[in-house]
C-alpha cells in the first residue's frame, strides 16, 4: 500500500471491501446495502485523490466541479455527474492519480467495485460516457497544455490537454506549422490517439503519422516515450489505439515551415448539389492528387430557416489564390456567401467554431463507402427523405458531410511505411469518402426519434453501398458512437498487435476495465463496456 494512503483510510478500504463481500456472498443483501457500499467507495477513493493531490480535486459542491462539466461540448456528456474531478498540473499529478486509481486492481477485475475512472481532454466526443463517468473520477487534462517549439523548430511538444488554437497562436507567429485540428477549440489528445485527420493529411497523413514521441502515464503509475526506439511497439498502437494504454500527457510532434495559405468557406443553394458531388468526385480521384489541397462537403439543413445549404470548407496549403484543383468548387453559382482568404491556421480554425456551438444536444455516426457520384447523389436523397420525420425539432441543425479519402493520406501511415499506424485503412483501396451525420438539436425528448432516424438513413445505405459494390468496413474512431466498433475495422492483424500491447503495458488490465469510456480492445460490439448510450 503506498504511504501516501493513512492508515484510517486503509482500515476503512479494507472494511469496505470486506462488507462488499459478504454482502455480495448474502442471498439477503438489499440493493440499498449494496449501493451504500459503492457510493462509500468511490467518495473514499476521491478522498485519497485529494489527499494525495489537494485542491486539484473537486467535488460537486465546488465551483471548479461545474466549470468542468460546463466546458464539454454536448449536453449528452455535461449531464454526466462524477462523484470527483481531478485537475493534475503535471506529469507527475497523472501518476500520483493513476497509483490511487489503481490500487485495487488485479488482473482482469476490480477489487472494489467504485475504481472506475475516465480521462478527458477538450471534450469533444459527444456521447454520454466518452470521456466523462457517473459516479466515478474523471481526469480532467486540459491543465497540461503547455505548446513548446524546439529551437530549429523540427519538433513541438504539446501539453495532452491543450487546444488546437493555443498551438496555432505559438506557431503562427514563427511561420511554423503541424497537421493538427481543424477546428480552434477541438482538444489535442483525443484527436492524435484517435488518428486526426488535418488540413494537411494529403501531405502527412493522419496526424499520429506526425507523432514522434508520446510521453505516457502506464497503469503502475510510472511514466514513459513511446518513439522509434523506446517502446515501438506501444508508440504503434498509440497511433489510432485511443485511451486503451494509459493517459498521454505529452505529444512531441513534426513541425514545418508554414506561411499563410489559402481557404475558407463557400456557401451554396442546394440546387448545386449535382455539380458539388461531381467536383468532390473528380476531386477525390485524381491520379496526380495535389496534396495542398484539401476540402470538405456539408450538406447542412437548419429547423430556423427551413431549407438545405451547401457549404464547402476549401484549403490549400500553399500561399496561392485560386489554385487550379479547386476552381471546380469556386467557380460554382450562385454563391450564398464566400469567406476564401490567404490567412493562417489560428484565424481558419477559428472561423469553424461558430459551426460547432456548445451546450446542444450532439450525435455522430460515420461510414464509410466508395467515390462514386450516383451513389453519394442518393444517399443525400434517402437523407432528405429520412431526416423529415424530426426536421421540426427545436434548434435542429442536420448535416450530412463527405469528405474525400484519396489513397495518398492512407499510404503515409500504411504497414510499409517508415512510422506506420494502427488505424488499417488500405491505400490499395483507391479512393474513399468519409461520411459523416452530425446532428445538432435542443432538446432531449427528441432523443429516441433523431438516433432512430438516422440509423435508419444509414441503414439504407449500407443496403444501397453494398448493391453497388461500394461498402468500406473502416470506422474513424474520432467520428464513431458508441454501438460503433471503429477498432475492429482495423483488421485482425492490428487489432492482435493493440492487445499485444495492451497486455505488455498494462498486465492487469485497468484501462480495459476501470476506464469504460471508448472503445475497447477485447470486447468487439459490447457498447455497454463503453459507457452509457444516452443519446
Request: charged share 15%.
Amino acid at each position: 500500500m503506498p504511504q501516501y494512503v493513512s492508515g484510517v483510510r486503509t482500515i476503512l478500504l479494507c472494511f469496505l471491501a470486506l462488507s462488499e463481500h459478504q454482502c455480495r456472498a448474502q442471498t439477503t443483501c438489499s440493493p440499498y446495502e449494496v449501493n451504500w457500499l459503492y457510493a462509500k467507495e468511490k467518495l473514499l477513493q476521491c478522498h485519497q485523490l485529494e489527499a494525495v493531490l489537494g485542491k486539484a480535486v473537486f467535488f460537486p459542491e465546488q465551483a471548479a466541479y461545474n466549470l468542468s462539466l460546463s466546458t464539454y461540448w454536448s449536453q449528452q456528456q455535461q449531464n454526466v455527474t462524477p462523484s470527483c474531478i481531478v485537475s493534475p498540473q503535471n506529469t507527475q499529478d497523472v501518476s500520483k492519480a493513476i497509483r490511487v486509481l489503481s490500487q485495487y486492481q488485479e488482473a482482469g477485475k476490480s477489487i472494489i467495485a467504485g475504481c472506475k475512472f475516465a480521462i478527458r481532454g477538450a471534450r469533444h466526443t459527444p456521447w454520454a460516457g466518452s470521456a466523462n463517468i457517473d459516479n466515478g473520477v474523471t481526469i480532467d487534462m486540459t491543465s497540461i497544455s503547455s505548446v513548446n517549439l524546439n529551437r530549429p523548430k523540427t519538433v513541438v511538444s504539446i501539453g495532452a490537454g491543450a487546444r488546437w488554437s493555443a498551438v496555432y497562436q505559438v506557431l503562427d507567429a514563427v511561420g511554423v506549422g503541424v497537421a493538427g485540428g481543424r477546428i480552434a477549440d477541438v482538444g489535442v489528445g483525443g484527436l492524435v490517439t484517435g488518428g486526426g485527420l488535418s488540413y494537411f493529411a494529403p501531405r502527412y497523413g493522419f496526424v499520429c503519422d506526425q507523432v514522434v514521441n508520446h510521453e505516457i502515464v502506464l497503469a503502475n503509475g510510472t511514466a514513459v516515450n513511446a518513439n522509434a526506439t523506446t517502446n515501438p511497439d506501444l508508440w504503434f498502437a498509440l497511433k489510432g489505439g485511443s485511451n486503451n494504454f494509459g493517459v498521454v500527457t505529452r505529444f512531441d510532434l513534426k513541425a514545418f515551415p508554414q506561411g499563410k495559405l489559402w481557404a475558407g468557406s463557400i456557401y451554396s443553394t442546394i440546387d448545386t448539389l449535382p455539380a458539388q458531388i461531381q467536383a468532390f468526385v473528380d476531386l477525390n480521384n485524381a491520379s496526380n492528387h495535389d496534396t495542398n489541397a484539401s476540402m470538405i462537403n456539408t450538406y447542412a439543413y437548419s429547423s430556423q430557416i427551413g431549407s438545405w445549404t451547401v457549404a464547402n470548407l476549401l484549403v490549400y496549403t500553399k500561399r496561392e489564390v485560386n489554385p487550379k484543383v479547386l476552381r471546380a468548387f469556386t467557380e460554382i453559382k450562385p454563391q450564398l456567401a464566400n469567406t476564401m482568404r490567404l490567412t493562417n491556421l489560428s484565424d481558419l480554425t477559428s472561423e469553424q467554431v461558430k459551426n460547432a456551438p456548445y451546450r446542444l444536444r450532439q450525435l455522430f455516426l460515420t461510414r464509410t463507402y466508395g467515390n462514386n457520384p450516383i451513389f453519394l447523389d442518393q444517399v443525400f436523397q434517402l437523407a432528405n427523405t429520412t431526416f423529415q420525420s424530426f426536421a421540426n425539432a427545436s434548434g435542429l441543425v442536420y448535416s450530412l458531410v463527405y469528405q474525400p479519402l484519396p489513397s495518398v493520406i492512407a499510404s503515409h501511415g500504411a504497414a510499409n511505411a517508415g512510422s506506420p499506424n494502427a488505424l488499417g485503412l488500405n491505400p490499395d483501396a483507391g479512393a474513399q469518402v468519409l461520411a459523416l451525420q452530425s446532428i445538432q438539436w435542443a432538446n432531449a425528448a427528441d432523443d429516441a426519434l433523431i438516433n432512430k432516424a438516422a440509423r435508419e438513413i444509414w441503414v439504407q445505405a449500407d443496403e444501397l453501398a453494398v448493391k453497388m459494390g461500394l461498402q468500406r468496413k473502416w470506422i474513424y474512431l474520432n467520428y464513431a458512437n458508441s454501438d460503433q466498433d471503429p477498432i475492429g475495422s482495423y483488421g485482425p492483424e492490428n487489432v492482435g498487435k493493440l492487445q499485444a500491447a495492451s497486455k505488455k503495458y498494462d498486465p492487469t488490465g485497468l484501462f480495459q476495465t476501470n476506464v469504460p469510456g471508448g472503445f475497447k480492445l477485447f470486447d468487439k460490439g459490447a457498447a455497454e463496456s463503453r459507457g452509457p448510450n444516452r443519446q
